[in-house]
């Protein structure tokens, strides 16, 4: 099993999940995990080789596919943050796209050495169907993509590039489109615990004290990290190549509805006051996703609701 990413907020999560499941795990990463893990997130396990260094170098691709002979790669690696992605977008096409197509390069002439293909989980996300113009929700599979950001089309793209290889027999691909996701581990930049952390450090403070906030009218889908993991694994067991899954509560909540949970559960007296810093010009208003097909297909549910994630969030949230 290979798993790129895997120092990364999911992949902190996915590799001791894969070790319980009984997987030999090869973890790649640019930089090594930490001695001490983010509070919350579960311990690392011994056992896993990590194989240091940075997609983009076709030598350390050729080294870690030769190393790892894997017959299961989940490809989590990614610019995954939209703000910088799009800040360079050279950059995010580069990591998201071009390494990609390296390694699935790769991966692909390991039959050239007598080895079969491995099954890959390509794990994109729900922005590349951009704005529905339907308003249909929940979003099924078949939804179009219509990306608006920088990130989502270059995940949009790694799907085309990866559902090609399928098609021309070269790589048995899954893919994977996750709605949003959090849980302990994930850094305050992201919108959930973002939140979290802003009601905690007004605990206290005098009644209308102003606590700043973004944008509050976009609704989102939100699973807790450790479903999401649990569909990944799925997949990688029971899900059929060339086939693209959503990852997905199908159930959508606004960052209001989010913001007047977080405030209740802390008790905080402090008023949510927009921040002209935090907010980002909205061009998908509401994002749900259709898991059914995920369901159907591996019976993965989710077990964890939104009241779940955000105590786990305030009971972590000194991690960062």
Known sequence: MLVTGAAGF?????????????AEIFALATDPVGATMPHGVPPQPAGV???????????????VVGEAQPDTVIHLAAIS?????????????DVNVTATARLFHRLSRQREHGRPAPMVLVVGSAEQYGRDESHV???AESAVQAPRTVYAATKA????LALQLWRSGA?????????????????????????????RALIGAPAGTPMPVGNRSPVRDFLHVSDVVAAYISLCQ?????EAYNVASGTGWSVQQILDKVVARTGTRAVPTEDPALVRPVDVPVLIGDSRKLQHATGWRA????????EDLLLHAATF
């Open 171 to 199: 790589l048995p691909v899954i893919v994977a489109r996750s709605f949003n996701h959090s849980g302990a581990g994930q850094p305050p930049r992201f919108l959930l615990p973002g939140l979290v952390e802003r009601a």
């Open 49 to 63: 080789t990590w194989l240091l260094g940075d997609l983009r170098d076709d030598a350390y691709i050729e080294r």
């Open 10 to 22: 999911v992949g902190q999560w996915l590799v001791p999940a894969l070790h319980t499941a009984g």
């Open 81 to 93: 943050y939209l703000p910088t992605a799009a800040a360079d977008p050279a950059l995010a096409w």
């Open 303 to 310: 077990q964890r609701s939104l009241d779940d994630l955000i």
């Open 157 to 160: 793209a790694q799907e085309v």
């Open 137 to 139: 929700m929940p979003l």
């Open 238 to 242: 029971r899900g059929t190549p060339g």
